[in-house]
């Protein structure tokens, strides 16, 4: 064996193991939502004796788990619109437009990054509370855009200083307006890293659970993953019923993940190079 090949599989061997440890967790919650109560009560380990959907038909009916999906789409549609429009205006401007102030407000944008959310959750709270934002559509996206935009805006600056400064001039030149520039020719110069950003924007809102928490209230406005938490309550000695809704919230963003992943590796390394 030649040395390249001895280090393909060295490298191959932690890959693989790392491979398994993420894969796992999913295949042990697929077979538990196939058993019954007392196939799991005896072994939870062992293979499930058939397949069986009840658990699945149990936590999407009995949960109203279809409302809290619509409710999710409809907030994590808006989220990722406004962060995109803001995020990727806000990164053509920090990266291609000189003004006084830039370089601290991408700082800022920085510092942002590194504040958790239960820092400022009780006073975002307040403040949507006093505008009559709570428990509505309007206000949760506001919340994800105000939580995620940092890292939306630092990504699209990355990818957005790349791009180099000759073909802003030519379209400065042929009578553009900065409005011009950003729509004829950023969007579309930018639409790997959009996408990108889009997709990993889109799972951290899906994936949120205590924002929703928070500024959901009311079982109406629920979106899925606090349902999934809240079934785990409702059904504590169910547990094949609570894995067959984990894995109906987890299908969305596994199916969005296969089709894009290729898209999400290149769009996130994209901007980490000049010229």
Sequence with gaps: MTPLRAGRWLAAIPMAALAIATVYPLVFTANVAMKTRH???????????????????????????????????????????????????????????????????FLGCLAALFIPFQVIMVPLARTLGQAGLVDTYPGLILAYTAQFLPFTVFLMTSYYSGIPAEIIDAARIDGNSVYGVYGRIMLPLGRPALLSVGILDALFCWNDVLIALLLMPSAEHRTLMVGVTALRGQYSADIPTFAGGVLIAAVPVLVLYLFFQRQIASGVTAGSTKG
Excluded: H
């Excluded at 196939?39 to 999407?60: I, K, M, N, Q």
């Design 39 to 105: 196939e799991y009560v005896l072994d939870r380990f062992a293979p499930a004796e058939g397949l069986r959907w009840d658990a699945f038909a149990t936590a999407w009916s009995s949960a109203d788990m279809g409302r809290y999906l619509v409710n999710s789409l409809v907030v994590v549609t808006g989220a990722v619109a406004l962060l995109l429009l803001v995020g990727s205006m806000a990164g053509f401007a920090l990266s291609q437009l000189k003004f006084r102030g830039s370089r601290v407000l």
